[in-house]
């Protein structure tokens, strides 16, 4: 069983940069692909980015793609997402993801469905 914990959400002025985080609650032994998706209100929650086990692989969603950078640290267990050159649009929760799925930690998916376990997510908002 997996249990993820987003942090770093909060204000920040339009061109402004936050770095978020996704770390796993008490002991993960298992590799697993993982992924950033955030939800505006009254939209669909949509793909932002993922990364392989390894982090050799990445992909992002193109709204995103140049401004934010995904990244991960096996050893401490956490996912980052930096994101930079932040725009209003981008205002959304913002949650981690996990596709604990035996075999698919090299695979990388932007649908939703494929990933079971997720965060609570984490607030971030930008002001113009």
């Known amino acids: 069983q997996v249990q993820l914990v987003e942090s770093g959400g909060g204000l920040v002025q339009a061109g402004g940069s936050l770095r978020l985080s996704c770390a796993a609650a008490g002991r993960t032994f298992s590799s697993y692909a993982m992924g950033w998706f955030r939800q505006a209100p009254g939209k669909d929650r949509e793909f932002v980015a993922a990364i392989t086990w390894s982090g050799d692989t990445t992909n992002y969603a193109d709204s995103v793609k140049g401004r934010f950078t995904i990244s991960r640290d096996n050893a401490k267990i956490t996912m980052y997402l930096q994101m930079n050159n932040l725009k209003p649009d981008d205002t959304a929760v913002y949650y981690c993801?996990?596709?604990?799925?035996?075999?698919?930690?090299?695979?990388?998916?932007?649908?939703?469905?494929?990933?079971?376990?997720w965060g609570q997510g984490t607030q971030v908002t930008v002001s113009s």
């Open positions: 993801a996990a596709d604990t799925r035996p075999g698919f930690a090299a695979v990388l998916h932007r649908d939703a469905p494929a990933y079971d376990y």
